[in-house]
C-alpha cells in the first residue's frame, strides 16, 4: 500500500504565493509520473500539472508562466509552487502518483486533498 500526504494549502489573496507538497510512502519501488490535478465546486477535476521521472513538465494553459511542477525523487515528494495566484485558482488540489510496487504492480494513487483558496 503506498500513502500520499498533501500539505501546504491555504487561503491567500490575489497575487499571492502557495507551495504544496505531496510526499509519498510506502511499498514503494519506484515512482514515474507524479503530478497535481484540481477540482473547483461544480466543475470536474482536471490537471494542473505533471512531472515525469526525468523531469519533464507538463501544465495546463491556464497556470503556465505562474506554476512550477518539480519533484525530490530521494524524498518521494513532489511540489507545486503557485505565484500570481487568482481568484479562478480557488480549489481542492490533488496530487497523483503513478508508482512501481514492491510486488512490480503499476498502480495510481491519489493524495486527499488540500484546499486552495485565493480572495480577491
Known amino acids: 500500500q503506498v500513502q500520499l500526504v498533501e500539505s501546504g494549502g491555504g487561503l491567500v489573496q490575489a497575487g499571492g504565493s502557495l507551495r504544496l507538497s505531496c510526499a509519498a510512502s510506502?511499498?514503494?519501488?519506484?515512482?514515474?509520473?507524479m503530478g497535481w490535478y484540481r477540482q473547483a465546486p461544480g466543475k470536474q477535476r482536471e490537471l494542473v500539472a505533471s512531472?515525469?521521472?526525468?523531469?519533464?513538465?507538463n501544465y495546463a494553459d491556464s497556470v503556465k508562466g505562474r506554476f512550477t511542477c518539480s519533484r525530490d525523487n530521494a524524498k518521494n515528494t513532489v511540489y507545486l509552487e503557485m505565484n500570481s495566484l487568482k481568484p479562478e485558482d480557488t480549489a481542492v488540489y490533488y496530487c497523483?502518483?503513478?508508482?512501481?510496487?514492491?510486488?512490480?504492480?503499476?498502480?495510481?494513487?491519489w493524495g486527499q486533498g488540500t484546499q486552495v483558496t485565493v480572495s480577491s
Open positions: 497523483n502518483v503513478n508508482v512501481v510496487t514492491y510486488t512490480l504492480t503499476l498502480a495510481n494513487y
Open positions: 512531472i515525469t521521472s526525468s523531469g519533464s513538465t
Open positions: 510506502g511499498s514503494i519501488y519506484s515512482i514515474n509520473a
